[in-house]
């Protein structure tokens, strides 16, 4: 014969609760952790509010913010207009028009990369995708145009990047290999020359540095 379940009357338990304990103590205790975070508040022990813009909370390096089309010594980008980039987008907001290199080795480069930065979601898969380490994100969040035109990003705007100064790099495959180049404060005659464009140093094995500084070491 089957067994019957035990039936616990929740009810019964808080009617013998004493009434001290429910009507006094309880609200007590939730009035002192109130006045504790209010005299946090006041005297500046936690300050859950910052004064945006002039303040900026720091974004975790691996922030996926607007994108970069990182370079080659030459300047030119890395990309090989692979289309794998591309092909990983789930916003289908990557554009590229393939041109053939003079260099044999590298095949292809892009003679139009664009990116639809109002239809990108910034998932950072096209960053997963890339097999050359040519577009990296960075930690910019602050995306802001007058024209509908001017969200569509193409080369030049994703390798000149002077905001970086400010923002840093953000999601990117290998962050031990381009934070600490990136710490590096470029002398002022090379920070006007770059004007914020990332080259990448060829003599890294694998994945190369990031840095502001043209100059091998
Ligand atoms: S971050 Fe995501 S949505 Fe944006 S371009 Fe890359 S793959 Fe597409
Ligand atoms: S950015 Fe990378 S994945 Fe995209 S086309 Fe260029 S090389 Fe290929």
């Avoid at 609200?27 to 209010?38: A, D, E, F």
């Avoid at 591309?86 to 041109?99: K, Q, W």
């Avoid at 999601?171 to 031990?176: A, G, I, L």
């Amino acid at each position: 014969m089957k067994k019957a379940s035990k039936v616990i009357n929740v009810s019964d338990r808080a009617g013998r609760e004493s009434s001290f304990t429910k009507e006094v103590l309880g609200p007590l205790v939730g009035m002192k952790l109130t006045i504790s975070r209010m005299a946090q508040n006041l005297t500046g022990q936690i300050s859950p509010t910052i004064s945006y813009p002039e303040e900026r909370r720091r974004y975790s390096d691996r922030y996926r913010g607007a994108h970069i089309l990182t370079a080659r010594q030459d300047g030119t980008p890395r990309c090989v207009a692979c289309y794998m980039c591309a092909t990983a987008c789930p916003a289908d907001c990557i554009y590229i028009e393939p041109g053939q290199h003079p260099d044999p080795l590298i095949e292809k480069f892009p003679t139009r990369f664009e990116i639809d930065m109002l239809r990108c979601v910034f998932c950072g898969y096209c960053v997963e995708a890339c097999p050359e380490e040519a577009i990296i994100m960075s930690r910019q969040s602050e995306i802001c145009a007058l024209a509908r035109d001017e969200t569509v990003w193409g080369i030049e705007r994703l390798m000149r990047r002077p905001e970086l100064k400010e923002f840093g790099l953000g999601f990117r495959p290998n962050d031990k290999l381009v934070d600490s180049a990136l710490a590096v404060t470029p002398k002022v005659k090379q920070a006007e020359k770059m004007a914020g464009r990332i080259t990448l140093k060829e003599n890294v094995e694998m994945i190369p540095h990031v840095t502001f500084d043209p100059s091998p070491d």
